[in-house]
């Protein structure tokens, strides 16, 4: 079992990770009231387990369908329904048990109920375990844009028990390992080596090797985080990978690819960036390009109109004087936030089409 502590603004917390994590849950929550959220399929797989950990029954269960259709303000005013009808008060708490969606939609639920109540975490998907539980972003999808919506509202604490992740889809459990390959990439060639040698979506890993990940994960994330709440140029640092990435998701209406999917495809054009500028060698280049594809195969982006990505990379808020703002690698364990020009940026995107093994097929059915 590892403890990681996080500091981040005023908030103190700790981030238990481990098989049988979940047993911490009863004594974190001794003494309060609180309401349990998560999904229908979360809570029907894990929810016995999780009952079993609480020790105490809960003032109440709320269950909403986490698809991201759902992460939504309408939620939310359900979730607050809930709340008001468990006699929840300022001193209650609500414990969050799911994946991103889960996480994001209760605990901005608590952010805004009475003007803030505790919350901890108990994030379900990989993805969840080492990205969106550590860090205080929560919020709802707004018609206009996703995660329009939202507030800065730390945990108290974060649970994650890695037997959560014995019944997760395995193109789930590959989304969460192409963020743990990005903190790798920014901050932990020990971390990057380990991933090369493990297997595709790091399935079947031991449990050993698989808490180090995700503890090493949370470990960058909180560093980060720590030295920048807000989205200062330290925090943006955790966007590599992402500037094409959303560009990606959006010209697909999000349906395409999951969210790991297109940073994976993220992460190989930001090197692929960084060495065309001389910035990366040419041996980092190909470890990460290696790195990311060993982590599993990834929809196609070969049919895509490059210029729909092209332009959406600019809708990314990321541009500044015209220029788009990238987070580079610049080494194994090392990234810079520079600024790129469209035509570089296009230069890359067409150097990870030609990487793209369904045009590689294509080209050798010819
Ligand atoms: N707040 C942040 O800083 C932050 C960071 C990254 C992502 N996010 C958000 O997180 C969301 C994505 O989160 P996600 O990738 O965890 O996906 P998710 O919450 O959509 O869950 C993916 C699927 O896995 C299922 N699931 C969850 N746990 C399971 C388990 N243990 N076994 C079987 N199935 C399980 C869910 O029911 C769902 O169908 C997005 O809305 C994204 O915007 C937030
Ligand atoms: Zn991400």
Known sequence: MREIPIAA???????????????RLGPLLAGRPFVVVSSPPVWRRHGERVRA????????VTLFRDAERHKTAGTVQRLHDAFLRAGLARDGRVVAVG???VGDVAGFAAATYMRGVDWVGVPTTLLSMVDSSVGGKVGVNHPAAKNLVGAFHQPRAVVEDTAFLDTLPARERQSGAYEILKCAILADPPLFASLRKGPPALRGWADGPLEDAVAAAVRIKGEVVAADEREGDRRRLLNLGHTFGHALEAVTAYARFTHGEAVGWGLVAAAALARRRGALSEGDFTAIAEAVDALGPRPPIRDLRAK????????????????????LPVGIGRAVIETVSADEAKAAYTEIVARDPARRGKRRSR
């Open 9 to 23: 603004g005023q908030a103190r917390y700790a981030v238990h990770v481990g098989r049988g994590a979940v047993a």
């Open 308 to 327: 729909a990505v092209l332009d959406a990379l600019g809708r990314d808020k990321k541009v500044k004087d015209g220029r788009l703002v990238f987070v």
């Open 99 to 101: 994946g991103g969606v």
């Open 53 to 60: 950990a609480l020790g105490v029954a809960p003032a109440a």
